[in-house]
């Protein structure tokens, strides 16, 4: 009884597993097709959806560009912005392709990772803060769009990258806002038509809407008619920058490795000699003494024998009758009706047909109909 | 050679070696210490064919009872030996636990035991002993398997046995042994004594009346010193298995052979108790076992031991051969029980012919196991709405039966007594009819 029970328990918990990851795929159904955090097409919290569709309805043209290919195609003129988000997946090469085919236009980089900022020039500093709201307070002259009317603004997010340069002279001499602990969240590099800007999250579907998050994303984003969003493509990196996993791994892994595999096999020997051949056992034979006659009677069943089946049938219930009925083994079966009917106090003519028609039955089910009513026959002269 | 799994845990450590030289020559480095140190122990090894073995025969038990084997170890080299040591049977003998480990000093001897618990019935065999012998480090070791040559003999259970008192009183009383003395018909005269109440006034003796003041009557004993024949059929119609009693499967159920060893134990005992000789014969195409029990006390002992390696046989009957050993066996007028199937077509073949010779010499009773299934095959009315299978099954088994019943009235016809019972009825049956027959005279 105990079998079950515990098969029922898992059945249960594969079905509520199966239920919650349809639940989770329905709910983050929209964001499924592009899961990139700050990406145009993303609803989902961490999306810019948001941003995008304002954009659009302000009148802004915005093209959505999802690799290096497509942004090579893509003219850049000086009203436009190019905004890369999700620049973690922005490779050195990539970015320098940008530079070099958008020197019309003005560059956002959302949340510049170190290495990426040491990219663009080995004095960039990148450091990750968690500040309170920040205001504006720009400082310095812009040399690009965008930087009017942020005076005023309150930028706040959990997390922001603040940028840095060595001091004076350094590539951050332009125009810098939001400043935080000795750098800021927006700045401007001299001589270059980029901008960084380390507070990603004030785009981000969730959050755009904390204090004048909204407001600096517009400005920063629509300060030209043509916004072209590039989300970069990890595969657009050239194939020398890719990041071996063999340099991550501690160098004793590979020898490390081929000596477990030493010590499996080794395991494998250890278990498979076993102590002694296998011992045999002859067998017996043994038939089911009652499988002659069950192999008959599918040999009745293949060749339709009915006729013979139903003469069996017949002669066995008289035989059964005679001997119920104390009469001779060798009496005629008019005589064994005969008496059944008398024994029975019924008429004689059904019972003679049903005991000595001789015709077959002419398919199966009156086959088992006549079966049927000879063994209620029977068992009504054992009763009676 | 076989290795331990110290062997596998030893190159693990080797982790730690690579973690300071990461290097691919450190592995092959300490592969090679590993079997460097492998090599030498096995050069150390002791050989297994340093150990003696040898055995003591665990001997006959009863089918179901426990046996144990013995197998005494020497080490016979210089040198201490640590082995493993596996004493194989066949899987029908049950030998549990017949792996033993032992440390033996040079010189020694140990004795090692294995319970062996039969399930099955005949000779089960020794498969072998296998000797592993471990070096010094336990690393590594030599492994050999010898021939030590053993048989455990499993005897017929004889559950019949349970039947053996009651019949053994019912034979005390045609006996006149008990208090009530019953007059047999065409038994042999035993004394005179007093009348008392109660006694047949046909059993009067009125010609010894006379001579004495009182009345005296005749006491009869059943008829002594006869002979009994027991033919065990062990040819194809044997081997099918049959279920012991109505309702239960047939898969649990034995060969028809094992009931008929049964009934066989059961008839051997009581005809020897009842002081009848009693003749065992088996076979098939050719006589497999033949005895002489007379005089014995334990009858039913010496017929299982003739029977324990009796197996059925996928061969025709000679009844032939058979009935002339039973003509060998003694020309003097016998009962001869036939356990056999009364099965039409082998019967018809092969025991017809050579009936009327054995009836004119002997009194012949043929004894038969009945597989209950049969009747449950052909009884429809058992079956609750039966499918044209079930009727063609049912036609099958009737016409089987019907065969059957008509071969019953040839035997009857040859003067045979037929006794048909499930495998679990057919040993108390057969000794009812002996008992019968003796009441009756008819030996």
């Not at chain 1, 981000?204 to 008619?225: E, K």
């Not at chain 1, 791994?249 to 080794?266: C, D, F």
């Not at chain 1, 015709?359 to 029977?378: F, G, I, K, N, T």
Request: aromatic share 4%; with cysteine; net charge neutral.
């Amino acid at each position: 009884m105990s079998g079950p029970r515990p098969v029922r328990g898992w059945l249960l918990i594969g079905i509520a597993l199966l239920l919650a990851l349809g639940v989770a795929v329905w709910t983050t159904n929209g964001s499924e097709r592009y899961p990139t955090p700050l990406d145009p097409r993303n609803p989902g919290p961490e999306g810019a959806q948001a941003l995008a569709e304002v954009l659009e309805d302000e009148g802004v043209d915005v093209e959505v560009v999802r690799s290096a290919e497509v942004f090579d195609e893509t003219a850049i003129d000086d009203r436009t912005t190019v905004l890369v988000t999700a620049t973690d997946g922005l490779s050195p090469s990539t970015l320098e392709r940008m530079r070099n085919s958008a020197t019309a236009g003005r560059i956002v980089l959302v949340d510049p990772a170190y290495a990426l900022v040491r990219e663009i020039n080995k004095d960039l500093q990148a450091i990750t803060v968690f500040p309170d709201a920040l205001d504006a307070e720009c400082t310095g002259s812009p040399g690009l769009d965008g930087f009017d009317g942020l005076d005023g603004l309150r930028l706040e997010v959990d997390q922001l990258t603040v940028l840095s340069d060595d001091g004076a002279g350094g590539p951050l001499d332009g125009a810098a806002c939001f400043a935080a602990s000795g750098g800021s969240a927006l700045a401007e590099v001299s001589g270059e038509n980029l901008v960084l800007f380390g507070a990603g999250d004030a785009l981000g579907n969730d959050q755009v809407t904390r204090a004048d998050n909204a407001a600096i994303a517009l400005r920063l984003a629509g300060g030209t008619d043509r916004l072209v969003w590039y989300v970069p493509d990890p595969t657009d990196a050239e194939a020398d920058e890719a990041v071996a996993i063999s340099s991550l791994l501690p160098r004793w892994i590979g020898p490390g490795l081929w000596l477990t595999a030493l010590a499996l096999v080794a395991l494998v020997l250890w278990r498979a000699r076993r102590l002694g051949p296998l011992s045999t056992e002859p067998l017996p034979v043994v038939v089911r003494a009652v499988e002659t006659a069950r192999s008959r009677g599918r040999m009745y069943r293949r060749s339709g024998d009915r006729e013979h089946v139903a003469r069996s049938l017949r002669r066995a219930a008289r035989n059964d009758l005679a001997a119920r009925l104390r009469l001779d083994r060798r009496a005629e079966p008019a005589a064994v009706v005969e008496a059944a009917a008398r024994h029975l106090g019924v008429a004689a003519e059904p019972l003679d047909t049903l005991l000595n028609d001789h015709r077959p039955p002419a398919s199966d089910q009156d086959l088992v109909r006549l079966a049927e009513e000879l063994a209620r026959l029977r068992r009504e002269v054992r009763r009676g | 050679m076989v290795i331990s799994g110290r062997v596998p845990l030893l190159l693990l450590l080797g982790l730690a070696a690579v973690v300071l030289r990461p290097q691919p020559g450190t592995v092959l480095l300490w592969l090679l210490g590993v079997v460097l140190v492998i090599g030498a122990d096995l050069l150390l090894t002791p050989r297994p064919a340093t150990l003696r073995t040898s055995r003591r025969e665990p001997g006959t038990v009863r089918l179901g009872d426990p046996a144990t084997a013995s197998l005494l170890v020497a080490n016979e080299g210089t040198r201490g030996v640590r082995v493993q040591v596996r004493d194989a049977w066949q899987p029908s003998a049950g030998a549990t636990a017949n792996r033993h480990r032992l440390r033996l000093p040079a010189g020694e001897q140990r004795r090692l035991t294995t319970p062996l618990l039969p399930r099955r019935r005949g000779d089960l065999h020794a498969a072998g002993v296998t000797v592993r012998s471990w070096g010094p480090l336990g690393l590594a070791g030599l492994q050999r398997t010898y021939d030590v040559p053993g048989t455990v003999r499993a005897l017929p259970p004889f559950e019949s046995r349970k039947h053996l008192p009651s019949r053994l009183a019912r034979l005390r009383d045609l006996d006149g042994r008990a208090a009530v003395r019953v007059r047999g018909q065409g038994t042999e005269f035993d004394s005179l004594r007093e009348y008392v109440r109660g006694d047949d006034v046909r059993s009067i003796d009125w010609r010894a009346s006379a001579r004495t003041a009182h009345v005296v009557v005749r006491t009869w004993q059943p008829e002594r010193d006869r002979r009994v024949v027991i033919v065990l059929d062990t040819s194809r119609t044997s081997a099918g298995r049959v279920a012991r009693a109505v309702g239960e499967d047939a898969a649990d159920g034995m060969p028809r052979l094992d009931a008929a060893m049964d009934a066989a134990l059961l008839l051997g005992a009581l005809a020897s108790r009842a002081g009848d000789r009693i003749d065992f014969l088996a076979g098939d195409r050719r006589v497999r076992a033949r005895q002489r029990v007379h005089g014995v006390r334990d009858v039913a002992a010496r017929l299982q031991e003739q029977m324990a390696d009796l197996d059925p046989v996928l061969v025709e009957a000679d009844w032939d051969a058979l009935a002339g050993a039973v003509q060998g066996l003694g020309r003097q007028r016998a009962l001869v029980v036939l356990l056999t199937a009364l099965e039409p077509s082998a019967i018809a073949d092969g025991l017809l012919p050579v009936l009327p010779t054995l009836t004119r010499h002997h009194r012949v009773v043929l004894a038969s196991v009945r597989d209950p299934e049969l009747g449950r095959l052909s009884d429809l009315g058992s079956v609750a709405r039966p499918t044209a299978d079930d009727v063609y099954d049912a036609a099958a088994a009737q016409h089987e039966l019907e065969r059957r019943s008509r071969m019953r009235e040839v035997l009857a016809g040859l003067g045979v007594d037929v006794v048909d019972a499930d495998a679990a009825q057919l040993p108390p049956a057969l000794a009812d009819h002996y008992l019968h027959l003796k009441a009756q005279g008819l030996l």
